[in-house]
């Protein structure tokens, strides 16, 4: 089974000031089609996850272009240019390679400093 | 505008059956498979289960094997979650998502307690 492994899992941010999360995968998220299936969702207090990135760095329509997804094989990043008070919530990474099962990471909480 | 609401929610005790709907709207149903996902209260995303557009290929989490089953009737936009030998650990709410997870329900709650 394929862990992805998030850090840090609490992220105090000013507001204004960038924010980074890493997730790690336990196998490459290369698939056999060339793409890379690893998606990045926001989850704000009290609402269903929301879509932010897919196939590493592609934004949903509607998402700010504040956010940024980077990385390759195993090693992967979200990042917020300047974090806002509406980007408080809980963000988790996700691999849809290693279909059927959706693996996703434990969560990184953000909070305004 | 996509749309997915989900229902079928409650309270329920250790042993007991559910069953969970998700209606959808806004995009062509029987193009896409869909997904159930769960969250425990507190916890992370969890996901539980998949279905092909034609329900041609079905899958499990290894957590829900042999307990729940997965359907949907492409007739009224539907899919359906039948949970049966419920347990505390499965208390969560429950979300139903179009694949790849791009689209998601407000989700129903599950509380398994006696």
Redesign the interface.
């Known amino acids: 089974d394929v862990v992805m492994t998030q850090s840090p899992l609490s992220l105090p941010v000013t507001l204004g000031q960038p924010a980074s999360i890493s997730c790690r995968s336990s196998q490459s998220l290369v698939y056999s089609d060339g793409n890379t299936?690893l998606?990045w969702?926001q989850q704000r207090p009290g609402q269903?996850?929301?879509?932010l990135i897919?196939k590493v760095s592609d934004r949903?329509s509607g998402v700010p272009d504040r956010f940024s997804g980077s990385g390759s094989g195993t090693d992967f990043t979200l990042k917020i240019s300047r974090v806002e008070a509406d980007d408080v919530g809980?963000y988790?990474c996700?691999q849809?390679t290693h279909w059927?099962?959706?693996?996703?990471?434990?969560?990184t909480k953000l909070e305004i400093k | 505008e996509v749309r997915l609401v989900e229902s079928g929610g409650g309270l329920v005790r250790p042993g007991g059956s559910l069953r969970l709907s998700c209606a959808v709207s806004g995009f062509t149903f029987n193009s896409y498979s869909m997904?159930w996902?769960r969250q425990a209260p507190g916890k992370?995303?969890?996901?539980v289960s998949?279905i092909s557009h034609s329900s041609t290929?079905i899958?499990y989490?290894d957590s829900v094997k042999g307990r729940f089953s997965i359907s949907r009737d492409n007739t009224k936009n539907s899919v359906y979650l039948q949970m049966n030998s419920l347990r505390a650990e499965d208390t969560a709410v429950y979300?139903c998502a179009r694949a790849?997870?791009?689209y998601?329900?407000?989700?129903t709650l599950v509380t398994v307690s006696s």
């Open positions: 299936y998606s969702f269903s996850p929301r879509r897919y949903d809980v988790y996700m849809g059927p099962e959706y693996t996703f990471g434990q969560g | 997904n996902v992370g995303l969890e996901w998949s290929y899958y989490a979300y790849p997870l791009d998601w329900g407000q989700g």
